[in-house]
C-alpha cells in the first residue's frame, strides 16, 4: 500500500465546475504540499499546510490531521488549471517528501 | 529572483556515458533537493542537502549516482555510467531555512538514455 494515496487519479470537469482531489497518507507528518505540474514539466508548490485551511484565489486546501486526509478544491474551474496535482507529505526525516502518484485534471470549456 | 535553474533542459546520451545535471538554487536557500520522476515511480527524493552538507541520501539508487554541492550557488548530480533505466526528468529544488515556506522547483532536466 502506497504512503501517499490520491483520488480521483483523472478528472475530467467542464469549465465552472466545483473540483475536489482528494489525498490520504498513513504515515505521521509535519507538514503537506499541494504541487501542481502543468503539461510542459515545471512544478509550482501551491500549499504547504499542517493545521486548518488555506486559501489562495480560487484554491482552497484543507488537511485533517487527525483523519490523516486533506483535499484541494478548485471553485469556477478553468481550462488554464489543467494540469496534474500532487500530494506530498513531510515524513519521519526533514526533507524525506512523500509523493501520491498525481491526480490529472482536465477541465473543459 | 530568476528562481532554481536546472541545465541543461533535456539531454540525450548513450548508454555507459556520464552524465551531469546542473542547479543553481534561489539565492538564501539553505536547503537543496534532487528529485527524479518516472511514469511508473513518480516523483521520489534522492538526495538533499542543508548549507551545502549531503543530509539524506538514501534516495540514491546506487554507486553509479553522486551529488555534489561545492557551494551555496550550485550543485551537481553525476550518473556514470549512464543507463537507459535512468531515463527520467530530474528535477532540483530549493526552499529556505524554515520549512514552512514553499518549495521552488527548477523546470528540470529531461534525460534520456539510448
Known amino acids: 500500500k502506497n504512503e501517499v494515496e490520491q483520488s480521483p487519479q483523472n478528472l475530467t470537469a467542464q469549465e465552472g465546475e466545483f473540483i475536489t482531489i482528494n489525498c490520504s497518507y498513513s504515515v505521521g507528518i509535519s507538514a503537506l504540499h499541494w504541487l501542481q505540474q502543468h503539461p510542459g514539466g515545471g512544478i509550482v508548490s501551491l500549499f504547504m499546510l499542517s493545521s486548518g485551511k488555506k486559501k489562495h484565489g480560487r484554491l482552497i486546501a484543507t488537511i485533517n490531521i487527525q483523519e490523516k486526509h486533506s483535499s484541494l478544491h478548485i471553485t469556477a474551474s478553468h481550462p488554464r488549471d489543467s494540469a496534474v496535482y500532487i500530494c506530498?507529505?513531510?515524513?519521519?526525516?526533514?526533507?524525506?517528501?512523500?509523493f501520491g502518484k498525481g491526480t490529472k485534471l482536465s477541465v473543459k470549456p | 529572483d530568476a528562481g532554481v535553474i536546472q541545465s541543461p533542459r533535456h539531454e540525450v546520451t548513450e548508454m555507459g556515458q556520464e552524465v551531469t545535471l546542473r542547479c543553481k538554487p534561489i539565492s538564501g536557500h539553505d536547503y537543496l533537493f534532487w528529485y527524479r520522476q518516472t511514469m511508473m515511480r513518480g516523483l521520489e527524493l534522492l538526495i538533499y542537502?542543508?548549507?551545502?552538507?549531503?543530509?539524506?541520501d538514501s534516495g540514491m539508487p546506487e554507486d553509479r549516482f553522486s551529488a555534489k554541492m561545492p557551494n551555496a550557488s550550485f550543485s551537481t548530480l553525476k550518473i556514470q555510467p549512464s543507463e537507459p533505466r535512468d531515463s527520467a526528468v530530474y528535477f532540483c529544488?530549493?526552499?529556505?531555512?524554515?520549512?514552512?515556506?514553499?518549495?521552488?522547483f527548477g523546470s528540470g532536466t529531461q534525460l534520456s538514455v539510448l
Open positions: 542537502f542543508n548549507n551545502n552538507v549531503p543530509i539524506d
Open positions: 529544488a530549493s526552499s529556505p531555512l524554515n520549512r514552512a515556506e514553499k518549495l521552488f
Open positions: 506530498a507529505v513531510y515524513g519521519g526525516s526533514q526533507g524525506n517528501l512523500i
